[in-house]
């Protein structure tokens, strides 16, 4: 099990301003970072790169697809923004040296129809994200996509959904993630949604029912821990927090008030958590 912590509680955009950060997070206890890729080339992030391997701290990413890169649009050119959009992402991800790209860019994150996903959007999010596995094979890199609430996306809201989507796929680079804060609102229980993705599952985030500091909500801790622990999972556990640092972030999450005393709070009594858990 690697321990990992989401740079979104500060930053939308990594730059050489958060390299200190990096370090407080690696004398912290922790194996590495997610890094939002919301923009860029390869090459802008060659600096994070060479400052992540003087820290000794490995990485995951995260991404998301918009309007304009939607995957499950009947335009076939929006479409295909959104492949090249994810080939980019990929080729990021390769120059950062990560092992695993998070997200749900399975369609647009809050873009609604008012209905539910329909057979055809789902097969031409397979079809993009079937290209996109392939590319990241090359790479060397998973792709983990993440299913949301209802209130956040529609294509992709379940444990059983993910699981689908994975199967309509059908590529080894290809598997989903697990997320304990839209899972407590999903699910009818932790446990079991776990074991549903279990034949699938590549990467885990660890984030609390009102998105503070894990272990001081209403999250179902014992019942996830002992799932995971149950399925065999030793992968990244990453934690993902939102406070009102970033307003358009703010907006996105739906984040109105202070959640927590500090940034340090969430970090660091969010690992020990993490670690006191997982050692039972």
């Not at 990241?136 to 609430?149: F, G, R, S, V």
């Not at 529609?154 to 959904?161: D, H, K, P, R, S």
Request: aromatic share 10%; glycine share 8%.
């Amino acid at each position: 099990m690697k321990i990992g912590m989401n740079l979104l509680l500060w930053t939308g955009g990594v730059t050489a301003e958060h390299f200190p950060l990096l370090g407080k997070l690696k004398a912290a206890g922790f194996d590495g970072v997610e890094l939002p890729i919301f923009g860029g080339t390869p090459a802008d992030y060659k600096p994070i790169r060479a400052e992540l391997d003087k820290q000794g701290l490995k990485c995951t990413a995260v991404t998301i697809l918009t309007k304009e890169t939607n995957a499950v649009s009947p335009d076939a050119a929006v479409r295909q923004k959104a492949v090249e959009w994810l080939k980019n992402v990929i080729e990021i991800n390769h120059v950062l040296g990560s092992e695993t790209l998070c997200g749900p860019y399975h369609s647009a994150i809050g873009e609604f129809t008012g209905a539910g996903p329909t057979n055809d959007e789902k097969k031409r999010s397979a079809d993009v994200l079937r290209q996109a596995a392939e590319f990241a094979k090359q790479a060397n890199l998973t792709l983990a996509i993440e299913y949301l609430n209802r209130f956040e996306c529609y294509l992709l809201t379940t444990a059983v959904g993910a699981v689908e989507l994975v199967k309509m796929v059908n590529h080894p680079s290809f598997k989903t993630m697990y997320d304990t804060f839209h899972a407590h609102i999903e699910e009818k229980d932790q446990a079991s949604a776990i074991k549903t993705v279990a034949p699938v599952i590549g990467h885990v985030h660890i984030s609390e029912n009102d998105r503070g500091t894990p272990g001081t909500g209403q999250v179902h801790w014992d019942s996830a821990f002992k799932a995971f622990k149950e399925i065999g999972y030793d992968g990244w556990v990453t934690i993902e927090a939102f406070g009102r640092a970033l307003p358009d972030l703010a907006a996105a999450t739906k984040v109105w008030r202070d959640l927590f005393p500090s940034p340090e709070d969430v970090y660091q009594k969010g690992i020990a958590f993490i670690k006191s858990r997982w050692g039972k």
